[in-house]
């Protein structure tokens, strides 16, 4: 674990780079969070898929894996690969600043 400074908030990191607590998370953090993956700027289309993360988590207690995501959130799979190349679901829990799905090397 480590804590970082983003986007002036103190917020505490596992060692794969994912906010520990969600409830840190704001939307400033999930754009610097974006920043350091390579998305510049967050397009409306991101935050689509970076909302339904989120309220997934909030629901159903975790984040929905790339599959779910695809038929689920509104964006096709070749839009979320689009979005979030270095993985979907992976990228985008971590800039959502939820846990890692489950399923997600």
Request: proline share 7%; with cysteine.
């Amino acid at each position: 674990m480590s804590l970082e400074t983003i986007a002036g908030v103190e917020i505490a990191l596992n060692e794969e780079g994912f906010v520990i607590d969600p409830n840190q998370w704001n939307e400033d953090v999930a754009v610097e969070l974006a920043r350091r993956e390579g998305i510049d700027p967050l397009t409306d289309r991101h935050w689509e898929v970076i909302r339904f993360m989120r309220h997934e988590y909030e629901t159903k207690g975790s984040g929905p894996s790339v599959r779910i995501l695809g038929k689920t959130s509104g964006v096709s799979i070749k839009e979320l690969y689009q979005l979030f190349p270095k993985g979907p679901a992976k990228l985008a829990a971590k800039i959502a600043g939820i846990p890692k799905p489950r399923g997600c090397i």
